[in-house]
């Protein structure tokens, strides 16, 4: 019998965009921008690396930094381009459009095109918030089987958010957005990066209602 993903995984919950560990930590996840720092004047470039290290020596709390890369998911496109193919009226622009799509999927299948996907991970543990100040394995050993209130779940979020709002005006002095995924982005992320073949196919479950907080 196989053990179901869940097992294996370090998230106990996602609530108002947050992601809950079971060790009771949470985690707040951005997505960020990009830009092509080698198409830059020496003088931007300066300038960015100037700002981020700045911003990285500001920072008074963790920030793990992930870079996911994947085949690129055009299953939508395709799904639309036989769409405009079908409903053509045109002989030869229907011809052009299904030569087009064709040569869409045989790039697709040469597994050629990718995407690269930048994260910001933002932990903040309960203990921060009571102030007390103990080492990480202390902490881990501490928050163990930890079970938040809803009035500690909402200091904590307030807290996150504000350390969420802090990187992003620090990213954006840099060049870069950054946005806070929401429950579902977060679900559907996780389910991603567990499910890497069936994503690149365009294949998505449905989130039940019920996890979607």
């Given at each position: 019998m196989k053990t179901p993903i869940k097992h294996?995984?370090?998230?106990?919950?996602?609530?108002?965009?947050?992601?809950?560990?079971?060790?009771?930590?949470?985690?707040?996840?951005?997505?960020?921008?990009?830009?092509?720092?080698?198409?830059?004047?020496s003088e931007e470039q300066e300038a960015i690396i100037y700002q981020f290290q700045n911003l990285l020596n500001s920072l008074d709390f963790?920030?793990?930094?992930?870079?996911?890369?994947?085949?690129?998911?055009?299953?939508?496109?395709?799904?639309?381009?036989?769409?405009?193919?079908?409903?053509?009226?045109?002989?030869?622009?229907?011809s052009h459009t299904k030569g087009y799509r064709e040569f869409i999927e045989r790039l697709i299948a040469s597994g050629t095109i990718m995407t690269k996907s930048f994260y910001l991970i933002?932990?903040?543990?309960?203990?921060?918030?009571?102030?007390?100040?103990?080492?990480?394995?202390?902490?881990?050993?501490?928050?163990?089987?930890?079970?938040?209130?809803?009035?500690?779940?909402?200091?904590?979020?307030?807290?996150?958010?504000?350390?969420?709002?802090f990187l992003s005006l620090g990213l954006k002095r840099c060049g870069l957005n950054a946005v806070l995924l929401k429950s579902e982005q977060i679900i559907e992320l996780f389910w991603n990066l567990h499910h890497p073949k069936m994503a690149e196919r365009g294949y998505f479950p449905p989130i039940p209602p019920q996890l979607i907080k």
């Open positions: 294996f995984l370090e998230i106990k919950d996602v609530r108002e965009d947050i992601a809950i560990l079971k060790d009771g930590s949470l985690r707040a996840i951005l997505l960020t921008s990009s830009l092509n720092f080698a198409l830059k004047s963790f920030c793990q930094i992930v870079v996911h890369t994947q085949r690129l998911n055009l299953t939508g496109y395709t799904e639309k381009l036989k769409e405009l193919e079908k409903n053509q009226q045109n002989e030869l622009l229907k933002l932990p903040l543990y309960p203990v921060e918030v009571e102030g007390l100040l103990l080492k990480r394995s202390q902490k881990e050993k501490r928050l163990k089987g930890l079970s938040l209130t809803e009035s500690q779940f909402q200091k904590c979020k307030t807290i996150l958010l504000q350390r969420v709002e």
